[in-house]
């Protein structure tokens, strides 16, 4: 079945590391996105890509980066800058033809500790 | 950046009763969505309104966009547990079909 892997599902951060999460899809999309949700609240976008080795800012981009190598992956990396990083992380994609809505991950649940 | 609202944020409803989340903003909404997520899991789509003033059912569930598409409400009729979760809209806001998304509707139904 097509879909978006995200892993893990649960991560746990010291103070100071930086983590990587993971975001596959055999969707053959050419959309990916990364998006933050906090307890109670809606998402914000962090990052999205249109294209290989493309990728923008999203409106909260500080101390997050991304890679997008190739069409399938688009790995986030919580950097040790910043500063609250417990949250909810969601990848989404879609087709760059039409736009029928986003398909999500199952999500990562970061928590530092 | 764009601002999307929406009311309420929380409804506690009995089963049967109907729910209503409206979603609003003070700038035009392109390409309104709307999102289901279940409690601990992830949003999934639900429909995409385009023009000001549709109207969409999917079975209980009415989804209708304003004349000046600068809101949209999402209908539940005679609710049951499993509309349970929290109802997101969403608007494509500037270039690569990025979405921003609304502050959520929590739904919970009672028996």
């Known amino acids: 079945d097509g879909g978006i892997t995200q892993s893990p599902k649960y991560l746990f951060r010291k103070e100071g590391q930086n983590v990587t999460l993971s975001c596959e899809q055999n969707?053959?999309?050419?959309?990916m996105y990364w998006y933050r949700q906090d307890p109670g609240q809606g998402l914000r976008l962090i990052y999205y890509?249109?294209?290989?080795?493309?990728?923008q800012k999203g409106d909260i981009a500080e101390g997050y980066s991304v890679s997008r190598e190739k069409k399938e992956s688009f790995p986030l990396t919580v950097t040790s800058a910043q500063k609250n990083p417990t949250a909810f992380y969601l990848c989404?994609?879609?087709?760059?033809?039409?736009?029928?809505?986003?398909?999500f991950g199952s999500g990562t649940r970061l928590t530092v500790v | 950046g764009q601002q999307v609202m929406q009311i309420p944020q929380y409804q506690h409803v009995q089963e049967g009763e109907d729910f209503t989340t409206y979603c609003n903003s003070s700038t035009t909404l392109s390409n309104i969505q709307w999102y289901k997520q279940r409690p601990g899991g992830h949003p999934v789509f639900l429909i995409q309104l385009v023009k000001s003033g549709e109207v969409k059912k999917q079975k209980r569930l009415t989804f209708q966009s304003g004349e000046a598409k600068k809101n949209s409400s999402l209908h539940i009729t005679a609710t049951q547990t499993t509309d349970v979760g929290t109802y997101f809209c969403?608007?494509?806001?500037?270039?690569?079909?990025?979405?921003?998304f609304g502050t959520g509707t929590q739904l919970k139904v009672e028996l």
């Open positions: 890509s249109q294209i290989v080795n493309d990728f």
């Open positions: 989404a994609s879609i087709s760059g033809i039409e736009n029928y809505g986003y398909t």
């Open positions: 969403a608007a494509i806001t500037g270039g690569g079909n990025k979405l921003t």
């Open positions: 969707l053959n999309h050419d959309a």
